[in-house]
């Protein structure tokens, strides 16, 4: 089974351009979440999505970035302006809705963002 | 709020050594608590998990036990290899089950 892909693995832009990021989740996995990893810090969840509803978006810095998710599959997150603050790694994870409390969070392998 | 902590690294052993990264966590609900480990160029897997108090999670030779009173999940190996060279993050769950917050991580480094 495949995992969740992400794409693409590097960008490179200069500050004020527009970037967009592309996460295909694990099939069947009706919750997505994109986080922001920091060089030397964990990830900080910046969307949840619950099939094509964002369910939590409080740490979305909504000024500059916003999130979709079409038909509650794939999802794009997109930059627009980028800042030089924003060079960071962006992980995209999924899950499935199953018995207990947790259901775990299956990652990618992140897209490296580079602003300059 | 919640709140993650884990020591600083990185962490150099040499093979074969006993290794311990520590966690601790803000003490709010009964959270169930993970750790996950990044190799080089890839993503986050989950590592272990425990989801009450006492109970250890353990898998690949790691083990952690769910420590209330000490507000604590460490990670524990006996004995690293090389091959578990990799970046290490100890998180909670929010008291939903739909989130988690991550300390910091730990970059292990293992020489032969």
């Known amino acids: 089974e495949a995992g969740v892909v992400q794409s693409p693995r590097y960008k490179i832009i200069e500050k004020k351009q527009p970037v967009a990021f592309w996460c295909n989740p694990i099939?069947?996995?009706?919750?997505l979440y994109w986080y922001l990893q920091n060089l030397g810090q964990g990830p900080e969840l910046l969307i949840r999505y619950e099939n094509e509803e964002a369910v939590d978006d409080s740490q979305l810095p909504k000024d500059r970035f916003s999130a979709e998710r079409l038909k509650g599959v794939d999802s794009t997150l997109k930059i627009q302006p980028a800042e030089l603050g924003d060079s960071a790694v962006y992980l995209c994870?999924?899950?499935?809705?199953?018995?207990?409390?947790?259901?775990?969070?299956?990652f990618g392998p992140g897209t490296r963002l580079t602003v300059l | 709020g919640n709140s993650v902590t884990q020591m600083e690294g990185p962490v150099t052993l040499s093979e074969e050594a006993f290794l311990t990264i520590n966690c601790t966590y803000t003490a709010t609900g009964y959270p169930s608590l993970f750790w996950y480990v990044q190799y080089p160029g890839e993503g986050l897997q989950l590592l272990l998990k425990a989801t009450k108090a006492d109970d250890k999670g353990s898998n690949k030779g790691f083990e952690a036990t769910y420590r209330k009173e000490t507000t604590s999940f460490h990670l524990e190996k006996g004995s690293v290899q090389v091959s578990d060279s990799a970046v290490y993050f100890c998180?909670?769950?929010?008291?939903?089950?739909?989130?988690?917050?991550f300390g910091g991580g730990t970059r292990l480094m293992v020489k032969p």
């Open positions: 099939s069947g996995h009706n919750t």
């Open positions: 998180a909670r769950e929010n008291n939903a089950g739909n989130m988690l917050t």
């Open positions: 994870a999924s899950s499935s809705r199953g018995v207990g409390s947790y259901n775990e969070q299956f």
